[in-house]
Protein backbone atom coordinates (compact mmCIF):
# COMPACT_ATOMS: atom_id res chain seq x y z
CA UNK A 1 0.00 0.00 0.00
CA UNK A 2 1.18 3.11 -0.68
CA UNK A 3 0.60 6.00 0.70
CA UNK A 4 -0.16 10.06 -0.85
CA UNK A 5 1.26 13.20 0.66
CA UNK A 6 0.13 16.33 -0.36
CA UNK A 7 2.16 18.75 -2.13
CA UNK A 8 5.27 20.67 0.06
CA UNK A 9 5.35 24.37 -0.12
CA UNK A 10 8.10 25.87 -1.62
CA UNK A 11 9.97 27.52 1.25
CA UNK A 12 9.80 30.92 2.17
CA UNK A 13 12.41 32.71 1.90
CA UNK A 14 11.61 35.95 3.03
CA UNK A 15 11.70 37.24 -0.62
CA UNK A 16 9.10 38.70 -2.77
CA UNK A 17 8.87 37.97 -6.63
CA UNK A 18 10.93 41.08 -8.72
CA UNK A 19 8.21 43.67 -10.35
CA UNK A 20 8.17 42.91 -13.77
CA UNK A 21 9.70 45.46 -16.47
CA UNK A 22 6.21 46.73 -17.00
CA UNK A 23 5.74 47.16 -13.68
CA UNK A 24 9.00 48.86 -13.37
CA UNK A 25 8.98 51.44 -15.92
CA UNK A 26 5.32 52.43 -14.92
CA UNK A 27 6.68 53.15 -11.41
CA UNK A 28 9.28 55.39 -13.14
CA UNK A 29 6.66 56.86 -15.13
CA UNK A 30 4.44 57.52 -12.03
CA UNK A 31 7.28 59.43 -10.28
CA UNK A 32 8.50 61.65 -13.17
CA UNK A 33 4.90 62.58 -14.07
CA UNK A 34 4.68 63.85 -10.11
CA UNK A 35 7.78 65.38 -10.41
CA UNK A 36 6.48 67.50 -13.25
CA UNK A 37 2.73 67.84 -12.31
CA UNK A 38 2.42 71.34 -11.50
CA UNK A 39 4.08 72.72 -14.46
CA UNK A 40 2.20 70.39 -17.11
CA UNK A 41 -1.47 71.14 -16.27
CA UNK A 42 -2.04 73.81 -18.02
CA UNK A 43 -1.17 77.73 -18.26
CA UNK A 44 -2.32 78.81 -15.11
CA UNK A 45 -0.67 76.46 -12.95
CA UNK A 46 2.77 77.49 -14.91
CA UNK A 47 1.70 81.03 -14.54
CA UNK A 48 0.97 81.26 -10.94
CA UNK A 49 3.29 83.59 -8.86
CA UNK A 50 5.38 85.07 -11.98
CA UNK A 51 3.59 88.06 -12.68
CA UNK A 52 2.63 87.00 -15.84
CA UNK A 53 -0.63 87.71 -17.80
CA UNK A 54 -2.16 84.62 -19.41
CA UNK A 55 -2.57 85.26 -22.63
CA UNK A 56 -6.49 84.57 -24.22
CA UNK A 57 -6.70 80.50 -25.86
CA UNK A 58 -3.58 79.69 -24.42
CA UNK A 59 -4.40 76.34 -23.33
CA UNK A 60 -6.30 75.78 -26.47
CA UNK A 61 -3.54 76.62 -28.71
CA UNK A 62 -1.17 74.41 -26.87
CA UNK A 63 -3.88 71.44 -27.59
CA UNK A 64 -3.49 71.99 -30.96
CA UNK A 65 -0.14 72.14 -31.30
CA UNK A 66 -0.07 69.22 -29.33
CA UNK A 67 -2.20 67.40 -32.08
CA UNK A 68 -0.29 68.81 -34.63
CA UNK A 69 3.07 67.73 -33.21
CA UNK A 70 1.64 64.21 -32.37
CA UNK A 71 0.31 63.78 -35.52
CA UNK A 72 3.16 64.77 -37.08
CA UNK A 73 5.64 61.83 -36.02
CA UNK A 74 3.27 59.12 -36.79
CA UNK A 75 4.10 59.07 -40.66
CA UNK A 76 7.56 60.47 -40.23
CA UNK A 77 8.28 57.48 -38.25
CA UNK A 78 6.30 54.92 -40.58
CA UNK A 79 8.56 55.92 -43.30
CA UNK A 80 11.16 56.12 -41.14
CA UNK A 81 11.03 52.53 -39.72
CA UNK A 82 10.01 51.08 -43.15
CA UNK A 83 13.85 52.86 -44.63
CA UNK A 84 15.47 51.25 -41.47
CA UNK A 85 13.24 47.31 -42.07
CA UNK A 86 14.95 47.49 -45.88
CA UNK A 87 18.10 47.16 -44.86
CA UNK A 88 17.40 43.89 -42.49
CA UNK A 89 17.82 40.63 -43.98
CA UNK A 90 15.59 38.24 -44.31
CA UNK A 91 13.31 40.90 -42.88
CA UNK A 92 9.38 39.89 -43.16
CA UNK A 93 7.43 41.38 -45.33
CA UNK A 94 3.82 42.06 -42.95
CA UNK A 95 4.04 45.54 -41.66
CA UNK A 96 1.42 46.71 -39.48
CA UNK A 97 -2.12 48.92 -41.16
CA UNK A 98 -0.85 52.43 -41.64
CA UNK A 99 -2.00 55.17 -39.08
CA UNK A 100 -0.75 57.93 -41.38
CA UNK A 101 -3.97 58.49 -43.04
CA UNK A 102 -5.46 59.58 -39.61
CA UNK A 103 -3.00 61.03 -38.59
CA UNK A 104 -2.53 63.67 -41.40
CA UNK A 105 -6.20 64.19 -41.36
CA UNK A 106 -6.05 65.44 -37.38
CA UNK A 107 -3.23 66.92 -38.20
CA UNK A 108 -4.99 68.82 -40.74
CA UNK A 109 -7.30 69.93 -38.44
CA UNK A 110 -5.03 71.29 -35.79
CA UNK A 111 -3.41 73.31 -39.03
CA UNK A 112 -7.09 74.87 -39.55
CA UNK A 113 -7.35 75.66 -36.28
CA UNK A 114 -4.08 77.44 -35.78
CA UNK A 115 -4.77 78.70 -38.93
CA UNK A 116 -7.83 80.18 -37.97
CA UNK A 117 -6.32 81.98 -34.83
CA UNK A 118 -3.85 83.56 -37.14
CA UNK A 119 -6.77 84.97 -38.91
CA UNK A 120 -8.43 86.83 -36.17
CA UNK A 121 -5.07 88.20 -34.73
CA UNK A 122 -3.81 85.96 -32.85
CA UNK A 123 -6.73 85.52 -30.46
CA UNK A 124 -9.24 82.63 -30.43
CA UNK A 125 -12.16 83.30 -32.38
CA UNK A 126 -15.67 83.70 -30.98
CA UNK A 127 -17.44 82.10 -34.43
CA UNK A 128 -16.73 82.10 -38.44
CA UNK A 129 -17.52 85.70 -38.86
CA UNK A 130 -14.61 86.81 -37.36
CA UNK A 131 -11.95 84.73 -39.02
CA UNK A 132 -10.31 86.94 -41.66
CA UNK A 133 -9.27 84.22 -44.14
CA UNK A 134 -7.74 86.77 -46.97
CA UNK A 135 -5.67 88.80 -44.18
CA UNK A 136 -3.75 85.43 -43.73
CA UNK A 137 -1.84 86.24 -46.98
CA UNK A 138 -0.84 89.27 -46.15
CA UNK A 139 0.97 88.39 -42.92
CA UNK A 140 4.20 85.97 -42.85
CA UNK A 141 2.24 83.93 -40.05
CA UNK A 142 -0.40 83.82 -42.16
CA UNK A 143 0.97 82.44 -45.36
CA UNK A 144 2.99 80.08 -43.18
CA UNK A 145 -0.32 78.70 -41.06
CA UNK A 146 -1.31 78.08 -44.84
CA UNK A 147 1.78 76.27 -46.08
CA UNK A 148 0.85 73.85 -43.05
CA UNK A 149 -2.65 73.23 -43.85
CA UNK A 150 -2.01 72.59 -47.19
CA UNK A 151 0.72 70.72 -46.62
CA UNK A 152 -0.76 68.33 -44.50
CA UNK A 153 -3.89 67.74 -47.11
CA UNK A 154 -1.29 66.92 -49.55
CA UNK A 155 0.60 64.23 -46.88
CA UNK A 156 -3.04 62.78 -46.36
CA UNK A 157 -3.56 62.19 -50.46
CA UNK A 158 -0.17 61.04 -50.87
CA UNK A 159 -0.61 58.90 -47.86
CA UNK A 160 -3.59 56.89 -49.28
CA UNK A 161 -2.43 56.89 -53.06
CA UNK A 162 -0.33 54.00 -54.14
CA UNK A 163 3.13 55.52 -53.36
CA UNK A 164 2.97 56.74 -49.96
CA UNK A 165 6.58 57.80 -49.46
CA UNK A 166 5.75 60.99 -51.11
CA UNK A 167 4.56 62.18 -47.66
CA UNK A 168 7.73 63.05 -47.15
CA UNK A 169 8.18 66.01 -49.07
CA UNK A 170 4.56 67.87 -47.94
CA UNK A 171 5.89 67.11 -44.30
CA UNK A 172 9.28 68.24 -44.71
CA UNK A 173 7.40 71.21 -45.87
CA UNK A 174 5.65 71.10 -42.11
CA UNK A 175 8.80 70.99 -40.75
CA UNK A 176 10.51 74.00 -42.23
CA UNK A 177 6.80 76.21 -41.88
CA UNK A 178 7.58 75.61 -38.12
CA UNK A 179 11.30 76.20 -37.71
CA UNK A 180 10.02 79.57 -39.67
CA UNK A 181 7.13 80.05 -37.63
CA UNK A 182 8.92 79.45 -34.31
CA UNK A 183 11.39 82.02 -34.70
CA UNK A 184 9.92 85.64 -36.09
CA UNK A 185 12.00 88.16 -37.90
CA UNK A 186 12.58 90.77 -35.38
CA UNK A 187 14.26 88.47 -33.19
CA UNK A 188 17.77 88.00 -32.97
CA UNK A 189 19.53 85.98 -35.81
CA UNK A 190 15.82 84.47 -36.44
CA UNK A 191 18.29 81.80 -39.34
CA UNK A 192 19.88 80.06 -36.19
CA UNK A 193 16.89 79.82 -34.67
CA UNK A 194 15.24 78.39 -37.07
CA UNK A 195 17.92 76.17 -38.06
CA UNK A 196 18.07 74.83 -34.44
CA UNK A 197 14.32 74.23 -34.59
CA UNK A 198 14.37 72.47 -37.95
CA UNK A 199 16.76 69.61 -36.62
CA UNK A 200 14.89 69.46 -33.50
CA UNK A 201 11.47 68.75 -34.58
CA UNK A 202 12.76 66.88 -37.40
CA UNK A 203 14.97 64.56 -34.74
CA UNK A 204 12.23 64.73 -32.59
CA UNK A 205 9.48 63.53 -34.84
CA UNK A 206 11.59 60.27 -36.12
CA UNK A 207 12.61 59.19 -32.40
CA UNK A 208 8.61 59.43 -31.26
CA UNK A 209 7.36 57.96 -34.55
CA UNK A 210 9.39 55.58 -35.08
CA UNK A 211 9.67 53.92 -31.86
CA UNK A 212 5.84 53.58 -31.80
CA UNK A 213 5.80 52.21 -35.47
CA UNK A 214 9.04 49.79 -34.50
CA UNK A 215 7.02 48.18 -31.81
CA UNK A 216 3.71 47.97 -33.90
CA UNK A 217 5.86 46.04 -36.72
CA UNK A 218 7.43 43.83 -33.81
CA UNK A 219 4.37 42.56 -32.94
CA UNK A 220 3.25 41.67 -36.27
CA UNK A 221 6.63 40.26 -36.52
CA UNK A 222 5.90 38.16 -33.25
CA UNK A 223 9.44 38.77 -32.42
CA UNK A 224 11.85 36.01 -33.59
CA UNK A 225 15.64 37.03 -34.75
CA UNK A 226 14.45 39.71 -37.29
CA UNK A 227 11.99 42.25 -34.78
CA UNK A 228 15.26 41.97 -32.15
CA UNK A 229 18.00 43.18 -35.42
CA UNK A 230 15.27 45.92 -36.01
CA UNK A 231 14.99 47.00 -32.53
CA UNK A 232 18.95 46.85 -32.06
CA UNK A 233 19.08 49.01 -35.01
CA UNK A 234 16.51 51.17 -34.13
CA UNK A 235 18.30 51.87 -30.67
CA UNK A 236 21.52 52.95 -32.60
CA UNK A 237 20.10 55.51 -34.58
CA UNK A 238 17.79 56.46 -31.84
CA UNK A 239 21.02 57.50 -29.42
CA UNK A 240 22.41 60.20 -32.69
CA UNK A 241 18.84 61.39 -32.77
CA UNK A 242 18.97 62.11 -29.10
CA UNK A 243 22.28 63.30 -28.63
CA UNK A 244 21.04 66.38 -31.75
CA UNK A 245 18.15 66.87 -30.08
CA UNK A 246 19.66 67.58 -26.83
CA UNK A 247 22.27 69.50 -28.42
CA UNK A 248 19.75 71.93 -30.58
CA UNK A 249 17.75 72.00 -27.28
CA UNK A 250 20.49 73.13 -25.03
CA UNK A 251 21.45 75.96 -27.98
CA UNK A 252 17.48 77.13 -28.07
CA UNK A 253 17.58 77.61 -25.05
CA UNK A 254 20.56 79.31 -24.37
CA UNK A 255 19.62 81.63 -26.71
CA UNK A 256 15.91 82.74 -25.38
CA UNK A 257 17.78 82.46 -21.63
CA UNK A 258 21.03 83.58 -21.20
CA UNK A 259 23.16 81.53 -19.37
CA UNK A 260 23.35 84.06 -16.21
CA UNK A 261 19.37 84.00 -15.77
CA UNK A 262 18.48 80.43 -16.65
CA UNK A 263 18.30 79.97 -12.12
CA UNK A 264 15.91 82.56 -11.81
CA UNK A 265 13.72 82.15 -15.07
CA UNK A 266 13.67 78.00 -14.94
CA UNK A 267 11.23 78.94 -11.70
CA UNK A 268 10.18 82.56 -11.77
CA UNK A 269 8.69 82.55 -15.18
CA UNK A 270 6.19 80.07 -17.01
CA UNK A 271 8.39 79.78 -19.77
CA UNK A 272 11.17 78.11 -17.41
CA UNK A 273 8.81 76.08 -15.66
CA UNK A 274 7.60 74.63 -18.41
CA UNK A 275 10.75 73.50 -19.89
CA UNK A 276 12.29 72.36 -16.49
CA UNK A 277 9.53 70.02 -16.74
CA UNK A 278 10.32 68.78 -20.33
CA UNK A 279 13.75 68.27 -19.30
CA UNK A 280 12.89 66.18 -16.24
CA UNK A 281 10.72 64.41 -18.55
CA UNK A 282 13.39 63.93 -21.01
CA UNK A 283 15.73 62.43 -18.91
CA UNK A 284 13.57 60.10 -18.13
CA UNK A 285 12.64 59.05 -21.19
CA UNK A 286 16.56 58.61 -22.19
CA UNK A 287 17.00 56.43 -18.87
CA UNK A 288 14.69 54.16 -20.12
CA UNK A 289 15.92 53.94 -23.67
CA UNK A 290 19.16 53.38 -21.82
CA UNK A 291 17.58 50.72 -19.76
CA UNK A 292 16.18 48.92 -23.22
CA UNK A 293 19.43 49.25 -25.10
CA UNK A 294 20.99 47.05 -21.89
CA UNK A 295 18.82 44.88 -22.17
CA UNK A 296 18.64 44.27 -25.97
CA UNK A 297 22.60 43.60 -25.66
CA UNK A 298 22.42 41.78 -22.52
CA UNK A 299 19.55 39.88 -21.77
CA UNK A 300 19.09 36.44 -22.73
CA UNK A 301 16.02 37.75 -24.44
CA UNK A 302 16.60 40.80 -26.50
CA UNK A 303 12.91 41.23 -27.13
CA UNK A 304 12.51 41.96 -23.19
CA UNK A 305 13.66 45.14 -24.07
CA UNK A 306 9.91 45.97 -25.60
CA UNK A 307 8.57 46.66 -21.79
CA UNK A 308 10.85 49.53 -21.02
CA UNK A 309 10.14 51.03 -24.92
CA UNK A 310 6.44 50.78 -24.76
CA UNK A 311 7.21 52.98 -21.30
CA UNK A 312 9.40 55.13 -23.28
CA UNK A 313 6.45 55.55 -25.73
CA UNK A 314 3.86 56.89 -22.96
CA UNK A 315 6.96 59.54 -21.52
CA UNK A 316 7.49 60.69 -24.74
CA UNK A 317 3.79 61.19 -25.46
CA UNK A 318 4.11 63.31 -22.58
CA UNK A 319 6.64 64.92 -24.13
CA UNK A 320 4.87 66.32 -26.78
CA UNK A 321 1.88 67.47 -25.17
CA UNK A 322 4.87 69.57 -22.89
CA UNK A 323 6.25 71.09 -25.68
CA UNK A 324 2.86 71.95 -27.54
CA UNK A 325 2.30 74.17 -23.91
CA UNK A 326 5.85 75.31 -24.44
CA UNK A 327 5.12 76.89 -27.57
CA UNK A 328 1.83 78.42 -26.54
CA UNK A 329 3.58 80.02 -23.46
CA UNK A 330 6.06 84.03 -23.66
CA UNK A 331 9.06 83.26 -24.16
CA UNK A 332 10.49 85.39 -20.86
CA UNK A 333 13.64 87.10 -23.23
CA UNK A 334 13.27 90.84 -24.10
CA UNK A 335 15.38 91.14 -27.44
Known amino acids: MTSTRPPSRPADTGRHARPSGTGRAAAVLVLVALGALIPVLG?????????EAEAPGTGGIALLRTMLFAALSVPAGELFVNRLTRSLPGAPPDRPRSWSPHANAVAFVAALGLASVVATGNLVPGGIAEIDVGGLYESRDGKL?????????AAGLCAVSRRPGTQVWPLAAVVVAEALRAHPTTE???LIGSGLTLVHLTCASLWVGGLLYALRVLRVWRGGAAGAALLGLYARVAAV???AITATGVCSSLRRMPAGTIGDQLTDTAYGR???AKVILVSAVAALALWARVRLSRAADPLSARSPARGEVVALGVVVAVSGLLTALPVPIRW
Request: aromatic share 8%; net charge negative; glycine share 8%.
Open 43 to 51: PSPALHGTG
Open 145 to 153: ALLEVNAFL
Open 188 to 190: YSP
Open 241 to 243: LLA
Open 274 to 276: VLL
